[in-house]
């Protein structure tokens, strides 16, 4: 009896030692991500577009250093940016079917190519051979984001644009339900 006392006592110990471990690690006592994840939905309709992503900061460096012309650049920072549709969409011109796939961005001078691609990575791991579709949409100037930013606005019961901002360039996607 006494030997499984002591047993019974190493185990409390033990579980005792293992959760204050995880309260520590819940709690926060882990590092923040230098770039944040973020996350935004939009109903349109009766469709909802789902977005989840890494937020870099600019910290004083270019943007054109950090997303350089001609480059695929996997739209945001840490795992690839996830896109999700509950419904059937159009993304610009193209017919996009209900699911969730990954978002990747080609700055090619005064436009940014959206692509749509269907492998879940970490966001470095682009396969062209996985794109779904590429949209070209007018790269434009405006207020200042020192933080990528995705948004929505000129929503209606039809549509909304999906908006990219970082650094004074911003670009508008526009989606549609069908």
């Not at 047993?7 to 230098?34: C, E, H, V, Y």
């Not at 011109?93 to 961005?105: C, Q, R």
């Amino acid at each position: 009896m006494k030997k499984l006392f002591r047993i019974a006592l190493i185990s409390l110990a033990a579980m005792t030692a293992a959760n204050s471990i995880a309260f520590a690690q819940a709690r926060g006592d882990k590092k923040a991500r230098p770039s944040p994840n973020a996350a935004i939905s939009q109903t349109i309709g009766t469709t909802e577009v789902s977005v989840t992503y890494g937020r870099p900061g600019l910290k004083g460096r270019k943007l054109e250093d950090m997303v350089p012309a001609g480059k695929v650049w996997r739209t945001g920072a840490n795992e690839s940016t996830a896109i999700t549709f509950s419904g059937d969409v159009m993304v610009g011109d193209a017919a996009i079917p209900a699911g969730t796939y990954s978002l990747y961005t080609l700055p090619e001078g005064n436009s940014l190519t959206i692509i749509i691609n269907s492998k879940m990575s970490w966001g470095t791991q682009y396969d062209e051979s996985q794109d779904v579709a590429r949209i070209s949409v007018p790269l434009k100037e405006g207020p200042e984001y020192e933080w990528f930013t995705i948004d929505f606005d000129t929503l209606s019961n039809e549509r909304a644009h999906l908006n990219l901002r970082w650094g004074v360039k911003w670009a508008a996607v526009p989606i549609t339900v069908k």
